[in-house]
């Protein structure tokens, strides 16, 4: 700005800043530094409580929200949760609460900015500030909820050895007290700010898809686009932080959410049914093209970034780890002790969550069956679908007690949700519905790349699991289905004649209907080799004897397709030049090379 008084305004909140960042030794005293803390963040406070009486569209299109915001989230990095917490007058109570109150103004506002607009986001004044300003909020959100001092609440409760003195032990309860303080007062002031997020974010993102589906002319840039989603995925971890401070309070809003969602959701792909009638009623090849209309685009959008919040909050990346229930998830569905009430109905919200998901995608996948051509049925929210489930199956089902700390609450209890799908009912259940629908994806789409990765990785994610999965995994009818597709397609070529898909189909060991056949062969072969390998995994127990056969039926499958062909070239019966053999190379290449 050229003006000289918000120029010198900038210049004094720069000087806040950089005093907001003195640290080590330059106090003198223990006393010096609370005192010095207090009477700024008294003063920031108050800065605060003046600027949010002031129009919205003015306070957060300007340099000054961005300036404060900066201040907030690097007084939280100096001093830390646990020095902030012995301050007096409240000040981390009240602090928590100009971050809710910052944050909830914030998200409403670009909200509101966006809708004016008609969800062009090209047209949005001062996004940029606001979005700079949101993430300095959700990195100081994320630096409290994850303080090291905070993380170890509740371990050490009533582990005070007979060796310490009573004045310890005192000391040791005294501060355990205040962590307890602490997570409550964080948790009751903070868990607003998610359910404003999670809605304010779901809203934007379907005036976003509304606005591009209805211009069909609109400039999409794929770099932009991919930095949006990368930002927006980083996000949403940070949410998820946010989230699992109060996590009954963070399902109850999704769970509305998706109770809203959901209905409309199941009558749009109720509607995909339409189209088979239509085409069989016009006779012969005919064919009616199904265009999404900016509702239904909206409608699929809010759908789709619903699922990646409740796997943000349910889940956690495990790329290379155990996979694990996550800690606030296990301690907030905690049995005994006191708030049983609220953790018994955490536990409920958290399994009628999955199993509305579960539902969704069984839904979604009867509907392939019949219509798999009609985009209605959106193969981007399947790949979403199979992410969460990728995360959730795997640290879900069968978990192992001894990496928990089931006492950890100090009531004696075990996480509920730990047993929700740890019994052999429940489990199998489970691990059936993972591999039905990745069964149902491999067959109806089958050139849908990422549905085609997203549903090998689950397959692979599972057979990794253990000794008990792989054994429910031998046991479930849809696994041994899959193997006979293996058997039936592991010589059929991309080019082979409706002839030899239905050779294939009706020579297998079990009754193949002829259309999964002829989608399965349709998958490209790195795509085959994925699922072959998840196929050798799931079967690689030497006691399981179910496992063992259908291992063996695979591996005699690949001899005999290979081989044959080496055969077939040795004694020249076709000719290397030939297309159909040189699409056989290409198969043995690239899912046995």
Not at 129 to 158: N, S, Y
Not at 395 to 423: C, F, H, K, M, Q
Not at 434 to 445: P, S
Not at 502 to 507: I, K, L, N, R
Request: glycine letters at 6%; a negative charge.
């Amino acid at each position: 700005s050229t003006n000289p008084k918000d120029s010198m305004a900038h210049a004094i909140r720069q000087v806040l800043l950089q005093l907001s960042s003195i640290t080590g030794d330059i106090y003198t005293s223990m006393e010096l530094k609370v005192g010095y803390a207090t009477y700024f963040l008294e003063g920031v406070l108050s800065l605060l409580s003046t600027l949010l009486t002031s129009p919205k569209e003015e306070l957060w299109s300007s340099r000054e929200c961005m300036d404060v915001c900066t201040i907030l989230c690097r007084l939280v990095a100096n001093y830390r949760v646990k020095f902030l917490s012995s301050l007096s007058s409240n000040i981390l109570e009240r602090f928590c609460q100009a971050l809710q109150t910052i944050g909830t103004s914030i998200l409403n506002q670009s909200l509101i900015e966006l809708q004016k607009v008609q969800g062009d986001v090209e047209m949005v004044d001062d996004a940029d500030v606001r979005e700079d300003a949101l993430g300095q909020i959700m990195e100081c959100v994320v630096l409290m909820v994850e303080d090291p001092w905070l993380i170890v609440l509740h371990k050490t409760q009533f582990s005070f050895g007979l060796e310490k003195s009573l004045e310890q032990q005192e000391e040791e309860m005294e501060e355990e007290r205040r962590r307890t303080w602490v997570a409550t007062t964080m948790a009751t002031t903070l868990a607003p700010l998610y359910s404003t997020y999670t809605t304010c974010r779901v809203q934007s993102a379907k005036l976003e898809e509304h606005y591009i589906t209805s211009n069909a002319d609109a400039d999409l840039d794929e770099l932009r686009e991919e930095i949006s989603a990368t930002h927006l995925e980083e996000e949403m971890t940070s949410a998820s932080s946010l989230g699992r401070v109060h996590v009954s309070s963070a399902m109850n809003c999704l769970s509305s959410l998706f109770g809203q969602c959901l209905p409309q959701l199941r009558e749009l792909f109720e509607a995909s049914a339409d189209r088979t009638t239509l085409t069989s009623a016009i006779g012969g090849g005919g064919s009616v093209e199904v265009e999404i209309t900016p509702d239904a685009a909206a409608l699929l959008e809010e759908a789709r970034l619903l699922v990646v919040c409740a796997c943000h909050l349910l889940t956690d990346d495990n790329a290379g780890e155990t996979p694990l229930v996550p800690d606030a998830i296990v301690k907030s569905t905690m049995a005994g002790g006191s708030g049983s009430a609220e953790q018994e109905a955490t536990t409920a919200a958290v399994v009628g969550l999955v199993n509305s998901l579960v539902s969704l995608a069984e839904f979604q996948a009867s509907r392939i069956a019949v219509s798999p051509a009609d985009p209605r049925l959106s193969p981007l929210l399947a790949k979403t679908l199979l992410w969460f489930f990728h995360r959730w199956a795997p640290a879900y089902i069968l978990p192992n007690l001894s990496e928990y700390d089931v006492n950890s609450s100090g009531g004696g209890g075990s996480g509920r949700i730990l047993t929700s799908w740890g019994t052999d009912e429940s489990s199998q259940q489970a691990i059936s519905f993972c591999v039905t629908l990745c069964l149902h994806y491999h067959c109806y789409w089958p050139q849908e790349k990422q549905v085609q990765e997203g549903a090998a990785s689950l397959l692979l994610a599972l057979s990794k699991r253990g000794k008990d999965v792989r054994t429910l995994l031998s046991q479930c009818p849809s696994f041994e289905q899959l193997a006979t597709l293996h058997v039936a397609t592991a010589g059929l070529r991309h080019n082979a004649s409706e002839s030899e898909i239905a050779s294939a189909a009706s020579g297998s060991s079990s009754s193949l209907p002829v259309d999964m056949v002829r989608g399965y062969q349709r998958m490209p072969y790195v795509d085959r080799a994925r699922v072959l390998t998840a196929l050798l995994v799931g079967t690689s127990q030497t006691e399981d004897v179910k496992g063992a056969a259908i291992l063996g039926g695979c591996l005699s499958a690949i001899d005999a397709s290979f081989s044959g062909f080496v055969q077939a070239l040795s004694n020249k019966q076709v000719r290397p030049d030939d297309i159909n053999a040189q699409e056989m190379a290409c198969l043995c290449v690239e899912m046995y090379g």
